[in-house]
């Protein structure tokens, strides 16, 4: 079969169906990634593991199909007709039928990405705050848990339940509100501040599965604040294991559903009164062996020979005694001995120490001292008279006087006064006439004025 375009003369050459289909699943593809919004309808899942179904709007629908290898990953909720999607994905067209359809490689439910970009941003801010770090104990034995959820819902009925199988009738008080839409918030914030005044001991905020949009109220910023005023320990069951609210992150303890927030919470009343039965088992078992042990020790005390003979005890006291007083004697005595002996030795060294005793030594050596000092002394002196002699002897033999009484004289210089001497003549030479000299003969001084000098031959 062929298209042609009768009375257009400028009409592009002739294609085939094939040639066309080909051309338009071109221009689809060129189009690339492309996001879709609409509502689900008429699902159907194939044998094949592959998903159809159809987005419309008012006036338009589109076939959608998820093949099987990306079903696992494209959709996280459950399709089901009328619910508002983004579907993103390729176009795509079957030749056989002439149709094109959306190959969907994701799903998100249409508002779904703007509320996850908000919860990114409050997560980041409250834990800048350190909003998520306060984690504080939770009571063993509460007198009463404190409930917020709503009464209608499945929580709570999976909360009693779970309170029944461990402790019926366990005191829990209720604050209702309901736990989904515009105004849960703040209901659940007034719900918390009310049984803050109730005298609750901890709180538990719970409430059953859903959509994100169906969780939100438990990221808004009055829950938020509510728990981090609480004066409790708060403790919340929202949603199923892999859900995660800002609630759980603020939130003192998490619990990953409702009824497991109860098992946290409540005591198990049979566990609890086997340990009891247990701690009173082994607390008479102690009693009883310290009776048994008492008694014990009181039967060897009512055998022992101390109660049975008391004599005997006065005997054995008196024995010890004896032996101790002949071993303080004998101690004593030794001491006394060695006391005796030090003060004897101590008495010789001071009796050889004395001041008298060393003073008669001195004595007596000062007097052998001075026997020896007296020929000593006349030994000394006659030396010295004997070297001074022979020193005198020689003195005298050198003597310019001794000279002079053989004929010599020794003149000098005048020098200062008529009385005084000076340098030796000893060259003529060196005189000037006039000048006054002082001969010095045996017997006397003779003064005399040069009145010539002829010096010695031969002098220069």
């Given at each position: 079969m062929a298209l042609t375009l009768p009375f257009d003369d400028a009409a592009p050459r002739v294609l085939t169906v094939t040639e066309l289909t080909r051309r338009v699943q071109g221009l689809l593809a060129n189009l690339g990634r492309v996001a879709v919004r609409g509502e689900i309808s008429r699902v159907l899942t194939a044998a094949s593991g592959h998903v159809y179904f159809d987005l419309k709007d008012l006036d338009s629908k589109i076939a959608c199909t998820i093949w099987k290898s990306q079903v696992p990953h494209a959709a996280r909720f459950e399709l089901k007709e009328g619910v508002a999607v983004i579907a993103h994905g390729k176009l795509d067209v079957y030749g056989p039928r002439g149709t094109y359809s959306l190959i969907v490689q994701r799903l998100e439910q249409e508002g779904v990405g703007a509320l996850l970009v908000e919860f990114e941003r409050l997560k980041q801010e409250l834990a800048a705050k350190g909003w998520f770090d306060r984690k504080r104990p939770l009571p063993a034995m509460p007198a009463r848990v404190g409930v917020v959820t709503s009464r209608d819902g499945a929580a709570l009925q999976d909360f009693l339940r779970t309170r029944t199988l461990r402790w019926p009738l366990y005191p829990l008080v209720l604050a209702h509100s309901p736990v989904q839409g515009k105004t849960a918030a703040a209901e659940l914030a007034r719900a918390i501040e009310r049984l803050n005044r109730a005298d609750v001991d901890v709180i538990a905020l719970v409430r059953g599965g859903g959509s994100l949009e169906d969780l939100w109220c438990f990221n808004e910023l009055p829950v938020l604040e509510a728990i981090r005023n609480s004066r409790v320990p708060v403790v919340t069951g929202v949603g199923h294991e892999?859900?995660?609210?800002?609630?759980?992150?603020?939130?003192?303890?998490?619990?990953?559903?409702?009824?497991?927030?109860?098992?946290?919470?409540?005591?198990?009343?049979?566990?609890?009164?086997?340990?009891?039965?247990?701690?009173?088992?082994?607390?008479?078992?102690?009693?009883?062996?310290?009776?048994?042990?008492?008694?014990?020790?009181?039967?060897?005390?009512?055998?022992?020979r101390v109660l049975a003979e008391p004599e005997a005890l006065l005997v054995a006291r008196g024995e010890t005694l004896a032996h101790l007083a002949a071993r303080m004697t004998s101690s004593l005595g030794a001491k006394l001995r060695s006391t005796d002996a030090r003060l004897e030795t101590a008495?010789?060294?001071?009796?050889?120490?004395?001041?008298?005793?060393?003073?008669?030594?001195?004595?007596?050596?000062?007097?052998?001292?001075?026997?020896?000092?007296?020929?000593?002394?006349?030994?000394?002196?006659?030396?010295?008279?004997?070297?001074?002699?022979?020193?005198?002897?020689?003195?005298?033999?050198?003597?310019p006087l001794k000279i002079l009484g053989r004929g010599y004289s020794i003149t000098t210089r005048a020098s200062g006064t008529a009385t005084a001497s000076g340098e030796a003549v000893r060259d003529a030479s060196k005189l000037a006439v006039g000048e006054t000299l002082v001969t010095r003969v045996e017997k006397g001084r003779v003064f005399s004025k040069v009145e010539r000098v002829e010096p010695a031959e031969g002098a220069g």
């Open positions: 892999v859900d995660t609210t800002l609630a759980d992150l603020v939130a003192d303890h998490r619990a990953h559903t409702p009824t497991d927030a109860a098992q946290t919470l409540i005591p198990e009343r049979a566990a609890l009164f086997e340990r009891l039965q247990r701690a009173g088992n082994q607390l008479l078992e102690a009693i009883d062996g310290q009776l048994e042990e008492r008694e014990r020790r009181l039967g060897d005390a009512a055998r022992a008495h010789r060294r001071l009796e050889g120490a004395s001041p008298r005793v060393r003073v008669e030594k001195l004595e007596r050596r000062l007097a052998e001292a001075r026997g020896r000092l007296a020929p000593a002394l006349a030994r000394l002196v006659e030396l010295r008279e004997r070297r001074f002699a022979v020193a005198g002897g020689k003195l005298d033999a050198l003597s």
